[in-house]
């Protein structure tokens, strides 16, 4: 047991880094995590590995009785015709006000989830970046969103250094 401790510790350590906003780049203030519960679908992404090839991708949010927000992802995998999920919890990094939470899919494991622009009278949209420019997500209440929202999104991230030519629209059909 103390064994496992040493050798999960310096990775803890190095992974709570991983639960911030990359430099530069500011959370979403005055954030209201009521109005941010429910299901957001997935409108463009940049690739990483654990969503590769997967149409159809939702996110939705509810409250925990700890405080936290219990989050389920879900994915379709076209190659497979299969459905795939993931169960994960989030947390506010400091207050709760500020759209900066570590969100963990594989305890003891924490990255940044951070809301960076929002549709702030309605909630009707947001931005989303990781610990690091290489994780960014456009998400939307609706499957779809206008093209301008889009390109003021997309316009958004180019200023703040992220690799729009890269982003995958995701395919919504069920």
């Not at 925990?64 to 989050?71: E, L, M, N, S």
């Not at 379709?76 to 994960?88: A, P, V």
Request: glycine share 8%; net charge positive; charged share 20%.
């Amino acid at each position: 047991m103390i064994k496992q401790t040493l050798i999960l510790l310096p990775l803890s350590i190095v992974f709570a880094g991983c639960a911030s906003a990359p430099s530069g780049i500011q959370p979403v203030q005055n954030f209201e995590i009521n109005r941010y519960l429910g299901t957001w679908y997935e409108i463009a992404r940049l690739d990483h590995s654990f969503e590769r090839g997967l149409t159809n991708v939702s996110a939705t949010y509810s409250l925990r009785k700890d405080g936290g927000i219990d989050v389920l992802n879900k994915g379709f995998d076209e190659r497979s015709g299969k459905w795939k999920q993931i169960k994960g919890r989030a947390y506010f990094v400091k207050q709760n006000n500020v759209a900066s939470l570590k969100v963990t899919f594989f305890w003891p494991f924490y990255g940044g989830y951070n809301v960076i622009a929002l549709d702030n009278e309605n909630y009707s949209y947001a931005l989303v970046c990781g610990p690091g420019r290489s994780y960014l997500w456009i998400l939307a209440r609706e499957k779809t969103i206008s093209p301008d929202i889009t390109a003021k999104l997309v316009k958004i991230a180019e200023t703040l250094n992220f690799k729009v030519d890269n982003l995958i629209f995701v395919k919504h059909n069920m």
